[in-house]
């Protein structure tokens, strides 16, 4: 699961190009199939939603759950093609951006019916 998190205003009309920034990102770092992750969009209201000082309108927060396995180098390179495609095809500044990737075991990930260490059919590799 991939949250991002914005005031509404203007992470509303953004959504397409943000999601296709991530799905994008994910695929050419990680090999991850664009299909095979859920994104969801939280818009907050002012008032609900209070960036750090020194940020515009345009601050947002993604949250990216992954699987424990990857090295510290493709984590700080999905970080930085993330903020460097999200410059450059959305217009957000990196200053206006925070990502945080949060892993998990394999054994503690659900889906299909089964936790991931019990799938053999990823269509990408976890370790490496």
Same mark, same amino acid.
């Given at each position: 699961?991939?949250?991002?998190?914005?005031?509404?205003?203007?992470?509303?009309?953004?959504?397409?190009?943000?999601?296709?920034?991530?799905?994008?990102?994910?695929?050419?770092?990680?090999?991850?199939?664009?299909?095979?992750?859920? /994104?969801?969009?939280? &818009?907050?209201?002012?008032?609900?939603?209070?960036?750090? %000082?020194?940020?515009? *309108?345009?601050? +947002?927060? @993604?949250?990216?759950?992954?699987?424990?396995?990857?090295?510290?180098?493709?984590?700080?390179? /999905?970080?930085?093609? &993330?903020?460097?495609?999200?410059?450059?095809?959305?217009? %957000?500044?990196?200053? *206006?951006?925070? +990502?945080? @990737?949060?892993?998990?075991?394999?054994?503690?990930?659900?889906?299909?019916?089964?936790?991931?260490?019990?799938?053999?059919?990823?269509?990408?590799?976890?370790?490496?």
């Amino acid at each position: 699961m991939i949250s991002v998190y914005g005031l509404k205003q203007t992470l509303e009309p953004r959504r397409p190009q943000i999601a296709e920034v991530i799905f994008d990102c994910l695929e050419m770092t990680l090999g991850i199939p664009k299909s095979r992750h859920a /994104l969801r969009f939280d &818009l907050c209201e002012e008032g609900n939603f209070y960036p750090p %000082i020194n940020r515009t *309108d345009n601050f +947002i927060v @993604i949250e990216i759950n992954l699987m424990q396995g990857r090295s510290e180098q493709i984590k700080k390179r /999905l970080i930085k093609g &993330l903020f460097s495609a999200l410059h450059s095809k959305v217009g %957000i500044l990196p200053m *206006d951006v925070e +990502i945080t @990737i949060k892993e998990q075991p394999e054994h503690c990930w659900g889906f299909r019916g089964m936790t991931g260490n019990e799938a053999t059919d990823l269509e990408y590799q976890v370790h490496r």
